[in-house]
């Protein structure tokens, strides 16, 4: 386990943003800086943890109303430093930040690790619960 630092910040530089997205491997977004940075000051909120050396190591934000709905987009961990609680720290902060919020939605990629996090954080897969959900969403090109 690695120390790290979490901000509720906006200020962070295209290039950092470039290079943690990349790491990831969303190359959608890091192929348009511009958007990325746009849609990272556009965000309700916006977390970053940073190591000690003020790296940026990890990254999450949230769109919301403030209200009755808060959307997590975008939780992402430096690959270097997987499995040391950042991603939770990042969630955490967020599930804090709109605990007065009933709605917290979130769409991530079907793999079993991505289940056993947001599982780790109180998340539950549409199909799941209690009084069953469904899902829909639209994904452009
Ligand atoms: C998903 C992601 C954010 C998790 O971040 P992380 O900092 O590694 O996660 P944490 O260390 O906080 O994990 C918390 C708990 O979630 C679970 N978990 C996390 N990653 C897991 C994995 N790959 N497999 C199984 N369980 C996992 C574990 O229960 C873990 O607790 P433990 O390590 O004590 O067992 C990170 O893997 C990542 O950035 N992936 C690429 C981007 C992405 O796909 N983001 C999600 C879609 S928005």
């Known amino acids: ?13 295209v290039t950092d943003l470039v290079r943690l997205y990349a790491q990831v491997g969303w190359s959608a977004y890091a ?16 977390v970053t943890a940073r190591d000690v050396a003020g790296e940026l190591v990890g990254l999450a934000r949230a769109i919301s109303d403030d209200i009755s709905i808060c959307y997590l987009q975008d939780i992402l961990v430096d690959p270097g430093h997987h499995r040391e609680g950042i991603g939770k720290a990042l ?28 599982e780790s954080s109180g998340f539950i897969e549409a199909h799941d ?7 829909f969403v639209q ?3």
């Open 91 to 118: 969630v955490d902060n967020i599930l804090e930040r709109y605990v007065h919020v009933r709605q917290k939605v979130l769409l991530t990629d079907d793999e079993s690790g991505q289940r056993a996090f947001y």
């Open 1 to 13: 386990m690695s120390a790290f630092v979490l901000s509720v910040s906006k200020q962070v530089s």
């Open 31 to 46: 192929s348009d800086p511009d958007s990325l940075a746009r849609a990272v000051h556009q965000s309700s909120h916006v």
């Open 139 to 141: 994904i452009g090109s």
């Open 129 to 135: 619960f209690d009084s069953p959900l469904r899902a």
